[in-house]
C-alpha cells in the first residue's frame, strides 16, 4: 500500500533554506506525479508545487516560484523541495500527496489528490 512521509521541516531563519523530503513506501514513485500542499495556522490548504510522474512538468504557485524548486529521484522513491529565501508567511505544515497510481500530470489543486503524508513542520522566524 502506498505510503507518503514527509521530512526535513524544521525551525529556520528569515532568508534561510530547507529542503523537504517526500519518501514513497509501498510503491514505485515513477507511477506517481506528486505535489507539495501547505496550510498555515487558520488558512485555508494551499497547493506549493507539483511534478509530473516524468518529471518533465512541474509547477509552482505564485508565492513560491522563483524561490522554491521541486525535484524527483525515482530511484530513491523521494520528492524534494527545496525553499530558499524562506519568509515568516512560508511558515506551515507541508504535505506531499499524489493523485493516484498512472495519473502523469500534475496538479496543485487539493480536490484532485488521493493519498497524503502526514505533513512536516516548517516554521520561519528570528
Known amino acids: 500500500q502506498l505510503q507518503l512521509v514527509e521530512s526535513g521541516g524544521g525551525l529556520v531563519q528569515p532568508g534561510g533554506s530547507l529542503r523537504l523530503s517526500c519518501t514513497v513506501s509501498g510503491a514505485t514513485l515513477s507511477d506517481y506525479a506528486i505535489s507539495w500542499f501547505r496550510q498555515a495556522p487558520g488558512k485555508e490548504r494551499e497547493g506549493v508545487s507539483c511534478?509530473?510522474?516524468?518529471?518533465?512538468?512541474?509547477n509552482y504557485a505564485g508565492s513560491v516560484k522563483g524561490r522554491f524548486t521541486i525535484s524527483r529521484d525515482n530511484l530513491e522513491n523521494t520528492v524534494y523541495l527545496q525553499m530558499n529565501s524562506l519568509n515568516p508567511e512560508d511558515t506551515a505544515v507541508y504535505s506531499c500527496?499524489?493523485?493516484?497510481?498512472?495519473?502523469?500530470?500534475?496538479?496543485?489543486?487539493?480536490?484532485?489528490?488521493?493519498?497524503w503524508g502526514k505533513g512536516t513542520l516548517v516554521t520561519v522566524s528570528s
Open positions: 500527496a499524489t493523485p493516484g497510481r498512472f495519473v502523469t500530470m500534475c496538479s496543485i489543486f487539493s480536490s484532485g489528490m488521493k493519498d
Open positions: 511534478i509530473s510522474s516524468r518529471g518533465d512538468v512541474t
